[in-house]
Nanobody
Framework: QVQLVESGGGLVQAGGSLRLSCAAS????????MGWYRQAPGSQRELVAR???????IYADSVKGRFTIYRDNTKNIEYLRMDDLKAEHTAVYYC??????????????WGQGTQVTVSS
């Protein structure tokens, strides 16, 4: 089965940086888009950034110029580099991948999430 495992979250001071990673494993035939989403307390899950297999990216307006998404297709890992963090970025960050496993159509898979807390 497919697993998406996030790492890299933690507690940082405002203005600091973190790099999140997400490793995909299992019987994967094709990975299409991958992305990062977040859910702050009392809020719904929202898109942070997304990247296609060819490297095309989209970002939420609130993180443009601060966050960078990239991926290593050889290792099936995606990353999110977060710079100049602010308290408003505090949330649980989730990895997502749209991928294909044997005998199934493409579908979305989610990681368990990693907590990012920014103190101010």
């Amino acid at each position: 089965q497919v697993q998406l495992v996030e790492s890299g979250g933690g507690l940082v001071q405002a203005g600091g940086s973190l790099r999140l990673s997400c490793a995909a494993s299992g019987s994967i035939l094709i990975i299409h888009d991958m992305g990062w989403y977040r859910q702050a307390p009392g809020s719904q899950r929202e898109l942070v950034a997304r990247i296609s297999s060819g490297g095309t990216t989209i970002y939420a307006d609130s993180v443009k110029g601060r966050f960078t998404i990239y991926r290593d297709n050889t290792k099936n890992i995606e990353y999110l580099r977060m710079d100049d963090l602010k308290a408003e970025h505090t949330a649980v960050y989730y990895c997502n991948a749209n991928l294909v496993v044997p005998f199934r159509r493409a579908d979305d898979y989610w990681g368990q999430g990693t907590q990012v807390t920014v103190s101010s």
